[in-house]
């Protein structure tokens, strides 16, 4: 079992697994060490996971991730959701006011879902399992919502797989500690700074997308010569794509009683 710091320092996105699985006692093991131990807004524990092993069902959830191959792969698959379904209906049998379905409920569920999540994730790693988060929740929400059964005011945040590691790739870089750490106010950076921050990001990310042949036509073909110009091309984080994206997750946190209809 490795310490706290020693999972943070062996933090890896793997998206190739084997396909040994995990024993339910483990798991068992990881979600009673995770919730009883992570931070929740007043105690509620606004959150709720599903865990998806039957194959089938997988099959769909790697339809609905955009096809990631390491979703068939991975024995586990976790989704986190920010849940006030069972408080709510806790509230109105006790005859309290009702509460939570807005848009501060959402914000109070999703991030009790997400530090839900991170204490999973090291929960397994600590163990040996390898871990991916998939953004492509918030992408599918509406139809993963539909397919785990998910009832109102209970919606999909994020979600991992897990699994032992087939890989064992590389620490990705992350921008020096100065640029996230501020004392006292923040501190906007200058040009020349900002410039700084990133100038061996910039160098280290673009050789690596550089390295597979796929990424690269991509950047040919479309034209792209930098790392911050792929970021918002149409081959990873589109700007058209998440505006369209947003509208969708403002129309389906409506439906689900966190916005008032109509809301974008």
């Given at each position: ?81 920010a849940d006030w379904h069972r408080t709510r209906t806790w509230l109105r049998r006790r005859g ?169």
């Open positions: 079992m490795q310490t706290v710091p020693e999972a943070l320092a062996g933090h890896r996105s793997i998206r190739k697994y084997r396909p040994d699985p995990i024993p339910q006692a483990v798991i068992n093991e990881v979600l009673h060490e995770a919730i009883t131990g992570t931070s929740s807004s007043g105690n509620l524990n606004s959150y709720s996971v599903v865990l998806t092993r039957e194959p089938g069902r997988k099959r769909r959830l790697y339809e609905l991730h955009g096809e990631q191959e390491f979703v068939l792969q991975a024995p586990l698959v976790v989704t986190f959701c309290a006011r009702d509460n939570f379905g807005n848009l501060l409920g959402y914000h109070v569920g999703a991030f009790d879902a997400v530090l839900l999540s991170q204490s999973v994730s090291l929960g397994f790693e600590a163990r040996g399992y390898g871990i991916c988060y998939m953004g492509t929740t918030l992408n599918a929400m509406h139809e993963i919502a539909q397919f785990l059964s998910l009832p109102e005011s209970c919606v999909p945040v994020t979600s991992i797989v897990v699994g032992v590691p087939d890989e064992a790739p590389g620490k990705r870089d992350r921008l020096p500690l100065r640029a996230f750490v501020h004392d006292e106010t923040y501190r906007v950076p200058d040009e020349a700074e900002l410039d700084d921050l990133y100038r061996e990001r910039e160098v280290r990310g673009w050789e690596r997308y550089m390295a597979d042949p796929r990424l690269r036509a991509k950047a040919e073909e479309g034209g792209i010569t930098s790392l911050a110009q792929f970021y918002t091309s149409p081959y990873k984080y589109d700007p058209d794509r998440h505006a369209a994206d947003s509208a969708r997750i403002a129309a389906f946190l409506a439906e689900h009683g966190f916005l008032p209809e109509g809301t974008r």
